[in-house]
T-cell receptor, first 120, second 108 residues
Framework: QVQLQESGPGLVKPSETLSLTCTVSGGSIISGSYYWNWIRQRPGKGLEWIGYVYSGGSSNYNPSLKSRVAISLDTSANQFSLNLNAVTAADTAVYYCARATAALYYFDYWGQGTLITVSS | EIVMTQSPATLSVSPGERATLSCRASQSVSGHLAWYQQIPGQAPRLLIYGASTRATGISGRFSGTGSGTEFTLSISNLQSEDLAVYYC??????????FGQGTKLEIK
């Protein structure tokens, strides 16, 4: 059974970089054909896809965030990470990591989410 | 980008009755449609994929129908634990998949 767990700082100051990590257990992030995603949910709002890193290392991002976001693999720790720079209060949200399988593309496994507040 | 529109925004149903939720796509997504349940304070949980296939461990009370641009999620014999927001997701044009705005299901 695959499990995902987000970790991060909880509070980030405006203009700084938000860094989150998703630890994957129950399988290797580089075996098989999987997309490892970040999705966020602003307070009281719906779900917004941020981007993914593929198990082979390539990445793709939401055009609305592309200039500020980077997602990468840490194969030694079986983790993947999100960096979002120049954050503002509009980036306050619950951030989820989630898996999608190649050729299927729906998100089948999710982390429990972590709340990130942007405030000075 | 494909826009997903869910209706109604809020649905109130009595225990034991059936709830019917709708999701419409701005263009055809064939059968590449998933449904998620988000209980307050929890992550979304996959209910249905391929428009009509229940995910592992999902109760038979949940069923999905539709193809192209019109999709329906039905929940029979409604129970208190079904209180949640339900989202549809199209993954025909991926990335990015796009979510609907959600339907909040209330129990009368």
């Amino acid at each position: 059974q695959v499990q995902l767990q987000e970790s991060g700082p909880g509070l980030v100051k405006p203009s700084e970089t938000l860094s989150l990590t998703c630890t994957v257990s129950g399988g290797s992030i580089i075996s098989g054909s999987y997309y490892w995603n970040w999705i966020r949910q602003r307070p009281g709002k719906g779900l917004e896809w941020i981007g993914y890193v593929y198990s082979g290392g390539s990445s793709n991002y939401n055009p609305s965030l592309k200039s500020r976001v980077a997602i990468s693999l840490d194969t030694s720790a079986n983790q993947f990470s999100l960096n979002l720079n120049a954050v503002t209060a509009a980036d306050t949200a619950v951030y989820y990591c989630a898996r999608a399988t190649a050729a299927l593309y729906y998100f089948d496994y999710w982390g429990q989410g972590t709340l990130i507040t942007v405030s000075s | 980008e494909i826009v997903m529109t869910q209706s109604p925004a809020t649905l109130s149903v009595s225990p034991g009755e059936r709830a019917t939720l709708s999701c419409r796509a701005s263009q055809s997504v064939s059968g590449h449609l998933a449904w998620y349940q988000q209980i307050p304070g929890q992550a979304p949980r996959l209910l249905i994929y391929g428009a009509s296939t229940r995910a592992t461990g999902i109760s038979g009370r949940f069923s999905g129908t539709g193809s192209g641009t019109e999709f329906t999620l039905s929940i029979s014999n409604l129970q208190s634990e079904d209180l949640a927001v339900y989202y549809c997701l199209q993954y025909s044009n991926w990335p990015p998949g796009t979510f609907g705005q959600g339907t909040k299901l209330e129990i009368k």
